[in-house]
């Protein structure tokens, strides 16, 4: 629930991230031809366009080993802190589906924020930064537990803060992402960097369940804040040149975001993107992780842990979807499987809905929509992430990032707040339905647009001119 590390995995349209989801933040940026050619991790990378392995490339590796590890802690997360306040606190619908606006909720200031990190140095200290911000406060939540002081307004501060470390963190994350790695290794690097995700929703939350029926859901969000930590230590190995920041002759944030956001909404490829992530976004957030839960615990009657083992044997299918990702794009074009993906994310989630009968046979069908959700956002993630990564020049980089991310998951509390309104006045299987319904409608965005005729990231060249 809280916004994790997804800053590495996370695509447009992701959820928790996204997520953080989300998730799923979103992977932005440009080849080296952006100006910053001569920009390169301080050691691999030479190596890695040679041989073609990133395995091979330090920088690279560390990143996504810091990366795979905070994901770990995410899952953990994702499970106990939606049981904190459905248990300990004793939370509603609406209250449940509130934590999840406010986890997304700082997204509103990605423009801002997008505009401010781009004119700032040291981006790889400021993700470090966040990384250990984002672990204290996670630790405040098991220590008002253990105190007898733990209330639903500290659970949601807690939650606010994680989000807005998040957002600062994914708009550095995004030209740390094309120093490390050359146009060619975009879509290999987005599939390494999901895969890692997905297998995290394989461990994580069967993890989270049994940490949670073993010591309690807020003592088991102590995994994750040590996660963050782990992740900082591996990120202060990284060494990676970083380009001095241009200097903007005194223009403001402001200026920067309004420059973000109307690259974006010019260029036809990001405008039409916007629009189908934006939309699958709201829709999907009606849902929401705190939901599922809450649909699994009071609809399926289902025990912690058999929610977090049905959770994570069902996002086997992220896993499969970011290794599949590449191959798919190679055999029907880049632009076809991210529509296929904008289908196939949201569509599984009326699936639910038919979950009945002895718990194995609610347990498997919630647990194959989630394999099926997973299959089609990593079709989509890490295909569009590539897309995007090639579209947007180095200079504006967490400015588009920030804008794109106002507007993309700044629709994310909305969704939550409605989906809370409407589980409460409807149910929760009408709820997902809805979800399904209007989240495959988001392809309509793609139809028109020239996404679905580019076969690969070469074929960009024709637009990275700003259609004016």
């Not at 953080?20 to 932005?28: H, K, P």
């Not at 782990?230 to 903007?248: K, M, N, Q, Y």
């Not at 299959?375 to 890490?382: A, E, K, S, T």
Request: a positive charge.
């Amino acid at each position: 629930m809280t916004p994790g590390r997804d800053d590495a995995a996370r695509a447009a349209s992701g959820r928790a991230a996204s997520d953080g989801d989300a998730s799923v933040r979103a992977v932005f940026g440009r080849a080296a031809s952006d100006g910053d050619a001569s920009v390169r991790a301080a050691s691999g990378r030479e190596a890695s366009e040679r041989t073609g392995s990133l395995w091979r490339d330090r920088p690279f590796l560390l990143t996504w080993v810091s990366s795979a590890v905070s994901q770990v802690g995410d899952r953990v997360s994702e499970v106990a802190v939606p049981l904190i306040a459905v248990t300990a606190l004793d939370a509603s619908a609406g209250q449940v589906a509130w934590l999840t606006a406010l986890a997304w909720a700082p997204n509103l200031l990605g423009m801002l924020l997008g505009a401010w990190v781009d004119g700032r140095a040291g981006k790889r200290r400021l993700i470090i930064g966040c990384d250990v911000f984002r672990a204290a406060v996670l630790l405040t939540l098991p220590a008002a537990y253990l105190w007898g002081t733990l209330t639903t307004a500290h659970l949601f501060a807690v939650v606010l803060l994680c989000g807005v470390a998040s957002v600062l963190a994914g708009c550095a994350f995004t030209p740390l992402f094309t120093w490390l790695l050359p146009r060619s290794s975009y879509v290999d690097a987005n599939s390494k960097f999901s895969a890692a995700r997905s297998a995290s929703f394989i461990a994580g939350p069967a993890m989270g369940g049994g940490l949670v029926q073993a010591l309690t859901a807020p003592v088991a969000v102590v995994v994750d804040a040590v996660s963050f930590l782990g992740s900082a230590l591996l990120l202060r190995r990284v060494r990676v040149e970083e380009p001095v920041p241009e200097r903007r002759n005194r223009r403001g944030v402001w200026h920067g975001a309004r420059e973000g956001l109307v690259f974006v909404l010019r260029h036809p490829v990001l405008r039409a993107s916007l629009g189908c992530t934006t939309t699958i976004n709201f829709f999907t957030f009606l849902t929401g992780s705190g939901l599922v839960v809450l649909f699994a615990d009071r609809e399926l009657r289902l025990p912690p842990g058999v929610i977090g083992l049905t959770l994570g044997i069902g996002a086997s299918g992220s896993l499969a979807g970011a290794l599949l990702a590449p191959w798919v794009s190679r055999r029907i074009g880049i632009g076809r499987a991210v529509a296929v993906g904008a289908v196939l994310f949201p569509a599984p989630f009326a699936l639910a809905v038919v979950a009945d009968g002895p718990m194995w046979a609610r347990a498997g069908v919630l647990g194959g929509a989630q394999f099926l959700i997973g299959l089609g956002v990593m079709l989509f993630d890490v295909n569009l992430n590539s897309l995007m990564a090639a579209a947007i020049p180095g200079e504006m980089r967490s400015r588009v990032t920030g804008a794109y991310s106002t507007v993309n998951y700044g629709v994310g509390p909305l969704g939550a707040v409605v989906g809370g309104a409407l589980a409460t006045g409807v149910g929760l299987r009408t709820t997902f339905v809805v979800a399904a319904v209007g989240g495959m409608l988001s392809v309509l965005w793609l139809l028109p647009s020239p996404i679905p005729g580019i076969r690969g990231l070469d074929s960009m060249e024709r637009y990275e001119t700003v259609d004016a």
